[in-house]
């Protein structure tokens, strides 16, 4: 689950391959539909307003970026190994997705391309990004 300052929400759902949108509305969240994504969504990313989400596509060995409403996830971006975890900055710019076989992929959003590869160790699943002091815990 990712949730945007305003309060839009995407759900990872890992085995229908699909994501959920939704907005915590007064009473009860309202749900606004799901969209296909890659096989196996194994964790969802949102950027600050929630325009944009990201997922982690374990079983397609990319990421997924949809847009504002949802749409198709036609974009996809090739990791070339099992996607584990992400964190997007808050502009939705860059995406930092970490893969099975150890390695932290830097994605180029708007030129939809991984920009960097770095050896993080086997099986890295947990991401935090200070964007205030430049870093990225991995």
Do not use: C, K, M
């Amino acid at each position: 689950v990712a949730v945007s300052r305003r309060g839009v929400f995407w759900v990872s759902q890992i085995d229908a391959a699909q994501v959920t949108r939704g907005t915590l509305a007064e009473g009860a969240p309202r749900l606004e539909g799901a969209t296909r994504v890659g096989a196996g969504p194994a964790h969802v990313a949102t950027d600050r307003d929630g325009t944009r989400a990201f997922t982690a596509d374990q079983f397609d060995a990319s990421v997924t970026v949809l847009g504002a409403s949802g749409g198709t996830g036609a974009l996809r971006i090739p990791l070339g190994d099992a996607g584990f975890n992400l964190v997007a900055t808050a502009d939705g710019a860059r995406v930092y997705a970490t893969t099975a076989g150890g390695r932290l992929q830097v994605i180029d959003v708007g030129r939809a391309a991984v920009v960097a590869t770095l050896a993080v160790g086997a099986s890295a699943n947990g991401l935090a990004l200070d964007e205030a002091r430049g870093r990225l815990y991995v």
